[in-house]
């Protein structure tokens, strides 16, 4: 659920008398919640910038007057020793990828070179990070356009590992940004927002949104101080130390006969109830007959067709046959092809 503070106002009306006769004038007047949200958005923008690399982009905040900056690893990994950063006012500047932190925390550091008086932001404490506390997420989500989005929420979670959970709203590009208590202080860096799995009428998965959860994470701000004293002490790496995964692959079949030897192991692609799985895609024509077959003496094997289809909201994939036999015995499937590209698992 995400909540929002300060939009309520309330109008006083205050009269006055000339010599024209009396009239009344209705000015209105901020709560305090609203004022506290305007100084914490104008003052904190100062020092937040969008990061980008060309292929991308992320958020990031300065955190020294000679313009050190606090981004998440994931933002900067793969990235050129130089990435360019926006300021709220739209001017551009270079910065130095200085380094990321160790042990596979989502950190990095970047550097503004030849300056001295940068606009920063402190950080804050542990006293400031209660559940039900008032916070800001400040970023560039989305798209470039949407520089300078400042979105307003509750500290909903303290997770074990002190990971501050909350309803501020954040989408991809917010990364890296900071996460603001009612002071204006860092409390956190954002990484994560929970997606949503979207489903049709049929209960079937077609996707999942950009966020709306109002389940949004970010790291505390100790392991942000823990970082800058490594940082001041060399102590970092100079490529990522994110875990590294395998990279899923999507192979494509000829549909002529082709036979292929697949094998299943950790690291593979993983499945909505947890099993790994091989993915394959074909070109289909309206109308095609297709039988598959598909065998296996170790496991038990089950073979699922989907179709894949483009629309303005983006790739919507549905279930359109499947077939489990529940044993380790050959599987044949045979259907007609009713779309244009089809995929199958």
Known sequence: MF???GVVSFEQVLSNKTQHGQRSDRVLAQTSEE???NVVCEKGSNAVVTVKDGNGHGSGFIVSRDGLIITNAHVVDGSPSVVTVV???GKQVPADVIGFAMGGLDLAVLKIQNRKNLPTLSLGGTNSVKVGYHVFA????????YRDTCTQGYISRIRADGEIQHTANINPGNSG?????AQGEVIG???MGAKARVFDGADNLVGYTPSGTGINLALPVEKVKSFLADVRKERISNESTLPKTKEPT???LSLNGQVINGSLAEGDRIAENGAFINLYQFQGRAGQQLVIDMTSQKINSVLTLYQISESPEGE???EIAKNDDKVPVILMLKLRLLCQKMGFI
Do not use: M, Q
């Open 3 to 5: 909540a929002l503070i």
């Open 35 to 37: 004022k506290e949200a």
């Open 87 to 89: 300021f709220n006012n």
């Open 138 to 145: 400040i970023g560039t989500p989305l798209s470039e356009d």
């Open 177 to 181: 940004g900071p996460l603001l208590n």
């Open 189 to 191: 860096v954002n990484y």
């Open 250 to 252: 999507i192979a494509t």
């Open 316 to 318: 919507k994939i549905k």
